[in-house]
């Protein structure tokens, strides 16, 4: 199948400094992925070189096959930015009709209305005045305005309370099972986690994990317990010892992969092994995955 | 079409719904010419005429002053908060978005100088043929052409304070040194000599030349279309170089 958005080796400096860093990836028609990262990971970056908002210091992001700036390709993306902005001095719903005039099949106003829960209050209110969570759902609509085939959304729940938030999801979800395509970045590991059906994991610049979320999250959870071994012991008994994922001998140092230290250490003591120098290693995810903001605010 | 005539449409909604514009482009200019034709005695051998010429000068006062401020400030100020930066995501050509400004803009300038024309008339029964008012108004409107490109040179600076700050500056100064505001020979001679040089006195000129009777001088289109092309060539290259990040 033909992706519908490719990026090879992406890479973008800022005064000498990579925000972004040779990233590469590809996503086919229908998946729902999350770039999860912490702050100033890179992920608004990627985005708006995938728009063509921003030119790559090197590499290429293609949408449908095309140049992301060609008219083509804008007739078929909806993009929510991260900072939401509206046109001042026009009504809601003059806003939203200006938007659908722009594409050639727009979501009538009573779709986007019941795809974005926003209210006939609102409808008929100025842009600039509307509260930021009333105008990111706006910003929301003007995103699925042309009914696109691809979404593009830069951290889209910050500033909705869990209400929205809770909406939002719902729709996006809706959105998927026809057949769109999302990408949205977020540094909520929850929020990637429960939607997505794959991660993207960005830390300073790089893709440093890239899977379903169960995969992302097995791969944090496994830890390393190393040590000196001052006798010789059967690989294969250790491998057989609960809990333990795989056994690698390195350096003279034996490494024992887990999920679960606590247990396999509880083991090997009581196996009064002569042990030296232990050591346990947290996954190489962790260090991102720390930065990351686990559990939402209540809001 | 369609899109661009319903893009025109809604900056004029927009302008309309905004009170500086009220304000600065008719309260303003028409308070003016209360003051210098009715409170201040300025010793006018002809005063009819000075009523009608000095018509000319606030018209032409309003529509440059919202050509370059109006249009350049909220340029500035959509590009600032990155609605424009939406609007490149869409599939409305970028070459629109301009056009529409424009012509949005003139639309409401058409507006701007009716109201004004008509003030003159309830206040000094300022009257002429018809053909000379709409000469007069013609002229303001496409005479203002290069201020409407200098708008869109205002709209490439980053900030709404700059932009703001630089464009009241440069407003001011063309309309005294044009003589839309007193008359360009009770200037002094340096100011002159200068003002000769800018688009405002060749804006003012062409319609103090119509209510005259004359038309207007062919150094006045000239001058005025040389500041078109250099606004416009600058406003491009500025945009080129600023798209390039
Ligand atoms: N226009 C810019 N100029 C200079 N540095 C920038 C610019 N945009 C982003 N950066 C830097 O690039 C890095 C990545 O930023 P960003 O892509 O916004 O991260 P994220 O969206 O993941 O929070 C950060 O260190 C940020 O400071
Ligand atoms: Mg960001």
Redesign the pocket.
Known sequence: MQPVVQIENLT?E??G?R??DDVSFTVQRGEIVA?L????????????MMLGL?KPTAGIAKLFQEEPQSRAVHERIGVML?QVSLMDALKVKELLALFQAYYPKPLSLETLVKLTGMTNGELDKRTEKLSGGQKRRVGFALALAGDPDLLFF??PTVGMDSTARKQFWLTVKELAEQGKTILF?T?YLQEADDIATRIIL?NE?KVIADGSPIEIKRNLLRQSISFKLNETIEKAYLMNMKDVLAVVEDKGRLKLMTENPDSVLRKLFELDLRLEDIAIEKGRLEDAFEQLTVEQEVS | MGMLLRECKIEVIRIFRNPYFIFWSLLMPIIFYVIFTKVVNTGMENQALWNAIFLMSIAAFSVMGSAIMTLGIRMVQEKSEGWTTLLRVTPLPASSYFIAKMIGQSAVHVFSIIIIFFAGFLINGVTMPFGEWLLCGLWILLGSAPFLAMGLLVGTMKKVDTASGVSNIFYLLLAITGGLWMPMEILPKLIQTIGMWLPAFHYGNGAWAIVQGESPELKNVLILGMYLILFMILSIYIRRKQEV?
Do not use: Y
């Open positions: 973008k800022f005064k400094k925000a972004v770039i990262g912490p702050n100033g990971a890179g992920k608004s970056t990627t985005m708006l921003l991260q830069d951290e970045s540094h960005f610049g | 990040v």
